[in-house]
């Protein structure tokens, strides 16, 4: 992390997984007081969550109060499940006038019950919006922000070296283009697992992504396929928690969730085999999921 003079907004995280420290510990912080972290994590001895922040050197804390005290620019995130949870914890130790920013892939009507809460700890909301992995991209990752205080928030994350855009004045448009996303991203994985898995087992899968590939050339099957697999084992459990906020944003709209539902079901599945992904090859990828269905 590189550092610079100048006054910029004390920073702290909630919540310090993957995202945060991919964020924290490669963006270009213009200030010199020191970034804190709290995360319920940090009450075990020996965590991952302990060692991002010492890498990152980020200060962590096992509680809101000591992380949060002062900081003007918070990250959450979190989990999609617990995004809502989180900004209830947090709104007691909150400085007035803090900028929230919501990087938690939630349905816009969570994160407006959200944004309820921060503004009355007196904070200021922004829903924020992270538009791709975070590897390998990291803090350079694009982001969407939305809400009365985005273009403010968006600003900062400029001088920090980050890409955001405003997508919206209401809180809920950035999530909303987040979490439909979603539905073709997070449900292809769940499709191309299905398929594939099938055809492997079927003992044609060579024909099957042949047809795929004469059909849409645009797409190695086969990488894309071994890609998801992956995906959905490594971080299917995320995946799972998001596509539940995608069902409820559907019905919340009098939409059916039937495709979003059935992702759900997969995401947990795969991510519920506890299955170390391996080398990059679907063949052998797929073989070690059907073994474990």
Known sequence: MTESAGNFPAIAFVG???ASHAIAVHWHNPGTAAIRAYDCKLMEDGTLVRDRCRQAGVEGHASPG????GAELIFCLVTADQALDAAKACA????TGALWLDGNSCAPQTKQKAAEVIAAAGGRYVDMAIMAPVYPKRHEVPVLLAGPH???AR???LQLGMRPEVAGERVGDASSIKMLRSIIVKGLE???SECLLAARRAGVEEAVIASL???DPGIDWRRRGAYNLERMLVHGGRRAAEMEEVCAMLTAFGLPDWMSRST???QHCLAGLDLDPGAEDLAARADRVIERL
């Open 16 to 18: 310090f997984g993957e």
């Open 66 to 69: 000591p992380a949060l005290a």
């Open 92 to 95: 007691a130790s909150l400085a």
């Open 150 to 152: 985005a273009k403010g």
């Open 155 to 157: 600003q900062l994350l």
């Open 190 to 192: 769940a499709l191309t």
């Open 213 to 215: 590939q004469a059909s």
């Open 264 to 266: 759900v079901e997969w």
